[in-house]
């Protein structure tokens, strides 16, 4: 699918703006600050209804407007127009969403009807975060792409909430340590019906990640990527072991200690040393795009859709080789925005079809 155009009215720093996108390649350039993100994020919220960057309807309305208006036309799917309104009139905010002309009222049923992939400069923190980071990315695309995986999470969570609150009973002597036996149980069985869809998943993920990784950083070494379970090899048997040898320490803590809810998903060097610690900010970049890369091909291929890539000035953390890599391996059926500062050695014009605009101060978008 494509992304044909779209128009903004009172948008951030667009007060209207009406741009065609090229269904190949599109480059975005400006100074700081000039509004290329902004069109992203118009972009985004249009496919989403919510801004990729977390943010509230409030802060993109135009400075002193009430409102914000965005239209998106679209080709290669069924549906060809996304529309999202927003007032922040003083007692009554509204938000509406329609496709196609049609109110949406849930936003479940507004999901998936136009499929992006944004690249942008937080995705570093997959590699460089908190193990939280990594599980949510992950859990995400499984969801994606597994319809049994949410429910299994839904159930996990409520199981984890009970126990723990057994656990603070205990630590505050109001409930018995026998009744740990059956949320142990419970806790185990659906821990490994998890932690077996997490590795199964990355078994075929991970030849995917190196591959992309191969295809930026032709010279470069490429990481691996385990999943680490705190359950150890994660068979049943094993688990419920583990969780009762965790039980005096999970009883002292008042909190389950090991879990799907702990593990983490680990990049590693080829000699074995963790990726996150052991490697330069390009080679972390080249990994979260690399990242996101496969997941893309994993949405792909289940929904047999071609989704519109857009990349957010990931570029100047990449020497001029891996950034032509990219933008190499980026390009083919997919439509593709990229913003920048400056094209840099990259040259717009050896891209056939390419279309480039100049975003200037006050949001002015030229196009060459
Ligand atoms: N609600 C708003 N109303 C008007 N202007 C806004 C609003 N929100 C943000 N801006 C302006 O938008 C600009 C930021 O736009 P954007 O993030 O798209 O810049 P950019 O071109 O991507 O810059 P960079 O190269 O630094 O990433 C800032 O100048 C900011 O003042
Ligand atoms: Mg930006």
Redesign the pocket.
Known sequence: MFVDSIVLKKF??YDALDIGFSNGINFIV??????????L?AVSVAANIRSFRGAADT?????GEESYFCRLRSTGSRFREFEIGYSSMPGAPRKKARVDGCEIHRASDYFGRLLTVIYSPGDILIVSGSPEVRRRFFDAIIARVDREYLSLMGEFKKILASRNRLLKGLLERKAGVNELDVWDEMLASSSFGIIKKRMDFLESFTPSFRGAYQRIARQDSVPGLVYSCGFGEASLHEIREKLSGARRRDMAAGMTTAGPHRDDYVLYHENGRPFSNCSSQGQKRTASIALKNAERLFIEEATGERVVLMV??VFSELDPERRESLVDSLQGENQVIF?M?GTGSIDPASFSGARIFN?GPG?MVSVE
């Open positions: 951030r720093n400006g100074p700081n600050g000039s509004g290329k993100t902004n069109i994020e802060d993109m309305v135009k400075w957010d000035d913003t500062v975003v949001g």
